[in-house]
């Protein structure tokens, strides 16, 4: 168990090789922990053999591939001084943009559209990141909420926290001589929920407030 100022960080990394790319590097050797059969237990069966000239391996006449395409990888990061399983941040970096998700619990009182010291920190750090990368693209300040209360409430309440979290964002940004952003501000309420309102844990995830936007090529 992690204590309770550990950062929990998830990451998915796709490594492509290709074919004559450098020289190959043998893996260091490893015991293996999987015991071995029993005596008198049936030793693992083999494959099952794959007939590669099955027709049902094979495309129906007149079709073709689709062409190839890159795929969208993403990196998830959690950080949280609580525990592993309520984040306070996550970052999503994929190939084409980068979102930092602040949980309301952490920026925002009950109810309240006005930031904590700690959240401003935060916004403040995701505005040294976004100079940085010399970001050109329009950066998108969205706000969500749970399915908790009226409808009308969590749009209105969604796009004053957003808002809030844009003015400390341009604010730092301009005063790292980097005011030429434009933004996209909105509050969706309960729309596009990322985890189960039917539980706190999930109604959690779901009150925050994104920042994405979209570095420049390397």
């Keep these: 168990m992690r204590s309770a100022a550990a950062a929990a960080k998830f990451t ?16 260091q050797a490893v015991a293996d922990t999987n015991p071995p ?16 000239t099955s027709p049902n391996l094979q495309l129906p006449e007149g079709s ?12 998830v990061t959690d950080e949280s001084s609580v525990a592993a399983s309520q984040p306070e941040q996550r970052q999503e970096t ?37 100079n940085t990368r010399h970001v050109t693209s329009p950066i998108r300040v969205f706000g969500f909420t749970d399915d ?19 003015q ?3 604010t730092a940004l301009s005063s790292a001589g980097d005011s030429s952003h434009t933004f996209q501000v909105r509050g969706y309420g309960e729309d596009y929920p990322i985890a189960d ?12 407030v ?6 420049p090529a390397a």
């Design 12 to 27: 998915l990394t796709v490594v492509l090789l290709a074919a004559g790319a450098g020289v190959a590097v043998a893996p």
């Design 37 to 52: 059969p029993s005596a008198g237990e049936p030793a693992p069966s083999a494959p099952v053999r794959i007939d590669p």
């Design 64 to 75: 073709t591939l689709a062409p190839p395409k890159v795929l969208d990888i993403v990196s």
């Design 94 to 130: 994929s190939n084409s943009t980068v979102t930092y998700a602040l949980q309301s619990e952490v920026a925002f009182g009950k109810d309240s559209a006005v930031l904590s010291a700690a959240a401003t920190s935060r916004i403040q750090a995701i505005a040294a990141d976004i």
């Design 148 to 166: 908790l209360g009226s409808s009308e409430h969590g749009d209105a309440l969604s796009k004053q926290r957003a808002q809030a979290v844009y």
């Design 168 to 170: 400390v964002l341009a």
């Design 197 to 208: 309102n039917s539980t706190e844990v999930g109604r959690q995830q779901n009150r925050r």
């Design 210 to 215: 994104e920042i994405t936007f979209t570095p």
